[in-house]
């Protein structure tokens, strides 16, 4: 499905000549509880427990139903909702799965296709009625509800039936979904995939009372609370307060701190003036959270160790790729599309985006750190900036059309990347048409159409496994329709591999396969890996556990609290 797109996701990228005066910075760093702006920094020292935690956003709205939702596990809603597995993150490790309702994180049969998950005893909503495993059932049914479209749907694919199911609304349920007691709930799979315990972690499977009907729209609002927070005022555009959920039980719940005793989300700000007012650390905004670093704050930052103290950049993020169409003509040439992942001068757009500390580190592979798989290499090694004789070596006398390059004009940075492209295939005799688009035709154009030739984007996976960062974007059933293999990328070896590797179990033997797989695609060219770009947070300074993992990259708020 078209999401995690790097512009949906990403910190507001920053400026050419800003980006100038961080360009020289460490673009890892390490994990310090200063919230130094190297990437990975970030107050880690324990929340006290009270106080109130403001987060801020530009966003006018924030969807809290769970079957609408893309949340990753340890962003809002999760504050919320409870699903069956969940997320723990770790300033300087990996992000682990781990039980949430759930007292493990589900047992396979069948060969994996086959999951039960038990759930734990006394588990109760914020009204005091009793969770139970028939409405974790009635939760996942109602996300395949037509009214109901927009959130990860992984699971859509997977059960049994799930093609043609069309919610519970009418009183059908699901039959690959089974509720034999309160506490027992199995799915069945149409085909063994290791991953299910990361995609039971997902907002979809979240409880909703079984006998109170769909919610719709009241859950976007108010969805019952399973979580350490519940919805105590939403008022549209402006602001949502959350409150403490009284039956909610921290000895049950592995991840979540539940530290501050409200968290009010201030909605609809203008990021550049939210941030100044971050810089500024004045009033609430020293208990406030979640605050993108713009281009306008950057030297100011770097200016003043107090603030730069409080800024936190991801180590790892986005993979950020060059698209090639290969069904284009002159793209289908392998050693065309070999000649520019030589001549791209990578470095060039890594300092439009921010430079290494702001932007992200120079890439050489699809799947990028902190996910399943990861494995440096470089098939095709070069300088930074290119290697142009390289490049017109493999092109040979080989005479390119015209390439379209079409870029999303609303995303900041990307008018510059695409000319900074333009100009680095012209110096291989490859003329190159920009064709900027506003977000939605842009992305009808890549997702729907065959009507260009390279575009750039990038892709941030579900969950840390690498089955959501490569099959999204590189199986041949992800072509046209709204998905995102952009490179219109073909081949039933990789289309095999990958499913083939979906039905690992074994960890070690998983991320071999994968880090295979990953070469397997690369060999063929269909994108220029350009940089995993990094996100930057501003944060209050009376605010601890601010830290962002190498996976998802942006701050846990599960963890979030007030200093001591």
């Given at each position: ?11 507001t ?174 799915f ?22 079984a ?83 713009t ?49 791209i ?12 500390t ?83 035709t ?57 499913d ?6 074994d960890?070690d ?6 880090a ?32 962002i ?15 001591k």
């Amino acid at each position: 499905m078209l999401r995690r797109r790097s512009a949906l996701i990403a910190a507001t990228t920053l400026t050419a000549a800003l980006a100038l005066t961080s360009c020289n910075a460490n673009s890892r760093g390490s994990a310090t509880n200063s919230g130094s702006a190297s990437g990975g920094g970030g107050a880690t020292a324990a929340p006290r427990q009270g106080g109130a935690l403001y987060e801020y956003t530009a966003s006018k709205e924030i969807h809290f139903d769970p079957a609408k939702s893309q949340n990753l596990g340890t962003s809002t809603i999760h504050l919320i909702l409870r699903g069956l597995t969940t997320w723990k993150t770790s300033p300087t490790g990996t992000t682990e799965l781990a039980p949430d309702l759930a007292t493990s994180t589900g047992t396979a049969s069948d060969g994996g296709k086959t999951w039960t998950f038990k759930l734990k005893s006394g588990l109760k909503y914020a009204d005091g009625s009793p969770i139970t495993a028939q409405d974790v059932k009635f939760g996942v049914e109602r996300s395949f509800d037509p009214q109901l479209q927009g959130g990860l749907s992984y699971h859509k694919a997977l059960l049994v039936g799930g093609d043609s199911y069309q919610g519970p609304a009418k009183g059908k349920h699901l039959d690959s979904i089974q509720a034999p007691d309160a506490t027992t709930i199995v799915f069945h799979l149409n085909k063994a995939f290791a991953d299910f315990p990361w995609v039971a972690s997902m907002p979809a499977f979240a409880p909703v009372p079984a006998g109170k009907g769909m919610g719709i729209p009241a859950y976007d609002h108010t969805p019952p609370a399973s979580g350490p927070y519940q919805v105590a005022s939403y008022t549209v555009g402006s602001k949502v307060t959350l409150k403490r959920n009284p039956n909610w039980q921290k000895a049950t719940d592995p991840v979540r701190l539940g530290a501050p005793d409200t968290i009010t989300y201030e909605m609809g700000l203008d990021p550049d003036t939210l941030a100044q007012r971050m810089v500024d650390d004045q009033g609430n905004d020293k208990n406030g959270a979640g605050v993108q670093v713009t281009s306008a704050i950057v030297p100011k930052i770097n200016a003043d160790p107090a603030v730069k103290a409080r800024t936190t950049v991801s180590p790892s993020g986005a993979a950020e790729y060059l698209f090639l169409n290969t069904s284009r003509p002159g793209l289908t040439d392998l050693n065309v599309r070999k000649a520019l992942e030589y001549a791209i001068n990578k470095q060039s757009l890594q300092t439009i985006a921010g430079g290494p500390t702001y932007g992200g580190a120079i890439s050489t592979t699809l799947i990028p750190p902190g996910v399943q798989g990861y494995q440096k290499y470089d098939l095709y090694p070069a300088p930074a900036t290119g290697d142009v004789t390289k490049a017109k070596q493999l092109l040979g006398s080989t005479k390119l059309p015209t390439l379209n390059l079409v870029y999303d004009s609303t995303s900041p940075g990307q008018a510059q990347q695409a000319a900074s492209i333009q100009a680095d295939l012209k110096k291989l005799g490859v003329n190159v048409k920009l064709t900027g688009q506003d977000s939605d035709t842009w992305q009808a154009t890549v997702s729907q159409s065959n009507n260009f030739d390279l575009t750039i984007s990038g892709w941030q996976a579900d969950y840390p496994g690498a089955y959501a960062q490569l099959q999204p974007v590189f199986a041949a059933n992800q072509i046209g329709n709204g998905n995102f293999n952009l490179s219109k990328f073909k081949d039933p070896a990789v289309d095999k591999a990958i499913d083939d590797a979906t039905a690992l179990t074994d960890p070690d033997e998983a991320a071999k396969a994968w880090a295979k797989i990953d070469q397997q695609i690369l060999q063929q060219a269909p994108v220029v890996p350009l940089y995993y770009s990094h996100q930057a947070y501003l944060n209050g300074s009376n605010v601890t556990n601010t830290y962002i993992p190498t996976f998802p990259t942006y701050p846990n708020v599960l963890i979030q609290g007030l200093r001591k």
